[in-house]
């Protein structure tokens, strides 16, 4: 059986093995949110790579270069600089998630010119957001960095001395006919079309090869490299063969120990041994994914992937007014000539230059954009007894309309519920709408209501949705009949006066809301709880689970 290798062992020789050959790998595939134990792996990478960082939204003269207006102004001639593309052969991708099919294209046309290499770093919340399939397919690597620990970074270390001499042997690296007949079989068994796949396997392998000091590429690299490259790709998982192995005896007479050997030749069963050092390398639960649908469900699809979230990037155009150029600032031309065309008569006069335009610093306009980001709709139901069960019925099935709603918009979804003396996040924001729905089903009824609590909740939500770039919107679905405090204990005036406190701390901080009366009358409370809370209010106390979808949808979209 094969042992397997410590995450952060594992991690240290990948990053070793991009050191040793970035061009022939293409680069890596860093999935992680951003934090300290991503900052401490990017150090490692950097002690081995210098490279330089650029985010999805970078313009295309910092790309590919061109003319430099403030250096020209000064020169009174035209300046030109390069672009990061010619100046750089390793690049980092913030933000790689958000990226653009345009983008992702200029990228990949630029990986496959010679000597290139980009790391991108893949922020993606949820399993449905990840890079672009262009540049996912040109990256050889790929490392989850989900359970490792900031201690365990400690020991993550690479040997720069081991990776100038495994740069030295790395042409020296024998590769057998048996070894690539081996690595296009797994990538085939594995679902991966196309040779690219294989091609990195083989770079990745030989690159570890050479690490190990071996002259040839052995069964281990092969499984190491499969791990690394193949995991990813994977859209399918190999039946194993059902005949018994141990019943046919070798040609040749030796026993099976020659195919057992880690470091030996390419003879064993490798598709049952690549699976298991495979497995380490996949999220949990993603094999048992593939072998249940036959297709990798959490990757490789372009469904919610960065390409479609344009709207964190582009927007309605905004007048263009005179600022300095920053970055991915593009001029307004038209705004530029006009601002600059009441002046030409007076410049001419005082000035030598007597034909042509004359342009100045302070007549240049960027132009601007107002961005909208992606929207949060955090449900806090409440499901405490004094809902009735027909009304939690009828929330619940209007909640779920708008989760399908939410759904066709690309809105995320979150779900707070309060009852007895506390409030539980039963579901972080998701695009998952059969998820958010099961969680939803099984929301229990009964107990006191924790109004308070449930705001809290929402609260804590909302602002943990802004630091991912989201806009919230707080939906409070109650009667209003408050009678548990924030510290758990019972009493109406208490409790009703600390769901005021929170509403107007929410207030405060800006977050929008919407108030939807589940009682059986309107009630006036809520009213001028909804008015603390700066959120509109809704009195529904007869309408089924349909119309207060509407009235709903009507409220956020006014």
Same mark, same amino acid.
């Given at each position: 059986?094969t042992?397997? &290798?410590?995450?952060?062992?594992?991690?240290g020789?990948?990053?070793?093995a991009l050191?040793?050959?970035?061009?022939?790998?293409?680069?890596l595939w860093?999935?992680?949110?951003a934090?300290p134990v991503?900052d401490k792996?990017?150090?490692?990478v950097s002690?081995?790579?210098?490279?330089l960082r650029?985010t999805p939204n970078?313009?295309?003269?910092q790309? /590919?270069?061109g003319?430099?207006i403030?250096d020209?102004?000064?020169?009174?001639r035209?300046v /030109? !600089?390069?672009?990061?593309?010619a =100046? =750089?052969s390793?690049?980092?991708?913030?933000?790689?998630?958000?990226c653009s099919?345009?983008m992702?294209?200029?990228?990949?046309?630029?990986l496959?010119?010679?000597d290139?290499?980009?790391?991108a770093?893949?922020?993606?919340?949820?399993?449905?957001e990840?890079?672009?399939?262009?540049?996912?397919d040109?990256?050889g690597?790929?490392?989850d960095?989900?359970?490792l620990?900031?201690?365990?970074?400690?020991?993550l270390?690479?040997?720069h001395d081991?990776i100038s001499a495994?740069q030295?042997?790395?042409?020296?690296?024998?590769? %057998?006919p048996?070894?690539?007949?081996a690595?296009?079989a797994l990538s085939?068994?594995f679902?991966c079309?196309?040779?690219?796949?294989p091609?990195?396997?083989?770079?990745?392998?030989r690159a570890?090869?050479?690490?190990?000091?071996?002259?040839?590429i052995?069964v281990?690299?092969?499984e190491?490299?499969a791990?690394?490259?193949?995991?990813? @790709?994977?859209?399918?998982? &190999?039946? &194993?063969?059902?005949a018994?192995?141990a019943?046919t005896?070798?040609?040749?007479? !030796?026993d099976?120990?020659?195919?057992?050997?880690d470091?030996?030749?390419l003879?064993?069963?490798l598709?049952?041994r690549?699976?298991?050092?495979m497995?380490?390398a996949l999220p949990?639960g993603?094999?048992?994914t593939?072998?249940n649908?036959g297709?990798?469900?959490?990757? #490789?699809g372009?469904?919610?992937s960065?390409d479609r +979230?344009?709207?964190?990037? @582009?927007g309605r155009?905004?007048?263009s007014?005179?600022?300095?150029?920053?970055?991915?600032?593009?001029i307004?031309?038209?705004?530029?000539?006009?601002?600059?065309?009441?002046?030409q008569?007076?410049r001419?006069q005082?000035s030598?230059? $007597?034909?042509?335009?004359?342009?100045?610093?302070?007549?240049?306009?960027?132009?601007r954009?107002?961005? @909208?980001n992606d +929207?949060v709709?955090i449900?806090?139901?409440?499901?405490s007894g %004094?809902?009735?069960?027909?009304?939690m019925?009828?929330? $619940?099935?209007?909640?779920?309309l708008?989760?399908g709603?939410a /759904?066709? @918009?690309?809105d995320?979804?979150?779900l707070?519920?309060f009852r007895?003396?506390?409030a539980?996040e039963l579901l972080?924001p998701?695009?998952s709408?059969? =998820?958010t729905?099961r969680r939803?089903?099984?929301l229990p009824g009964?107990?006191?209501t &924790?109004?308070?609590?449930?705001l809290e909740?929402?609260?804590?939500?909302?602002?943990?949705?802004?630091?991912q770039?989201?806009?919230p919107?707080?939906v409070?679905?109650?009667d209003?009949?408050?009678?548990?405090?924030r510290?758990?204990?019972a009493g109406?005036?208490a409790a009703?006066d600390?769901s005021v406190t929170t509403?107007?701390?929410?207030?405060?901080?800006g977050?929008?809301g919407?108030?939807?009366?589940t009682?059986?009358?309107p009630?006036?409370?809520?009213?001028?709880l %909804?008015?603390?809370l #700066?959120a509109d209010?809704?009195?529904?106390?007869?309408?089924?689970?349909?119309?207060?979808?509407?009235?709903?949808?009507? %409220?956020?979209?006014?």
């Open positions: 059986m042992n397997t &290798p410590d995450q952060t062992v594992r991690i020789r990948a990053l070793s050191a040793i050959d970035p061009e022939g790998i293409g680069g860093l999935r992680s949110r934090g991503r792996v990017m150090e490692v002690s081995a790579l210098p490279h650029i970078i313009a295309d003269t790309l /590919y270069g003319v430099s403030s020209s102004i000064a020169a009174g035209a /030109y !600089s390069d672009g990061v593309l =100046q =750089q390793i690049l980092a991708l913030a933000m790689a998630e958000r099919v345009a992702a294209g200029r990228l990949a046309q630029w496959d010119s010679s290139r290499c980009l790391i770093l893949d922020e993606g919340a949820d399993a449905d990840h890079i672009p399939n262009a540049l996912a040109r990256l690597l790929f490392l960095l989900d359970g620990r900031l201690g365990q970074t400690e020991r270390v690479i040997s081991a495994a030295t042997r790395l042409a020296d690296v024998a590769t %057998s048996d070894s690539l007949s690595i296009v085939m068994s679902g079309p196309g040779m690219r796949a091609g990195l396997t083989l770079a990745v392998a570890l090869a050479a690490l190990d000091g071996s002259d040839a052995e281990r690299h092969v190491e490299a791990a690394l490259v193949l995991a990813p @790709r994977a859209t399918t998982i &190999p039946v &194993p063969d059902d018994p192995q019943d005896p070798p040609p040749d007479g !030796s099976h120990q020659s195919t057992e050997n470091g030996g030749e003879g064993g069963p598709p049952d690549v699976l298991e050092a497995s380490v949990n993603l094999l048992n593939i072998a649908t297709r990798a469900a959490t990757r #490789g372009d469904a919610g960065g +979230r344009t709207s964190n990037r @582009r155009p905004l007048p007014r005179a600022t300095s150029s920053g970055h991915g600032s593009r307004d031309v038209v705004a530029t000539l006009r601002a600059a065309a009441p002046w008569t007076l001419a005082v030598e230059q $007597k034909k042509g335009l004359s342009i100045r610093r302070s007549d240049i306009r960027m132009r954009f107002e961005n @909208r +929207r709709l449900f806090c139901v409440d499901a %004094s809902a009735a069960m027909a009304r019925a009828e929330a $619940k099935g209007a909640v779920e708008l989760l709603d /759904y066709a @918009r690309r995320h979804v979150a707070v519920a007895g003396t506390g539980e972080p998701t695009r709408l059969v =998820q729905k939803l089903s099984a009964g107990g006191g &924790p109004l308070a609590a449930g909740t929402g609260l804590r939500m909302s602002l943990a949705a802004e630091r770039g989201l806009s919107t707080l409070l679905l109650t209003g009949r408050a009678n548990i405090a510290d758990g204990t109406r005036a009703w600390d509403a107007k701390h929410i207030r405060t901080l977050i929008d919407l108030i939807i009366d009682g059986a009358r009630n006036a409370a809520l009213q001028d %909804s008015g603390q #700066g209010y809704l009195a529904l106390p007869r309408a089924n689970a349909e119309a207060l979808s509407k009235s709903v949808r009507l %409220s956020l979209e006014s």
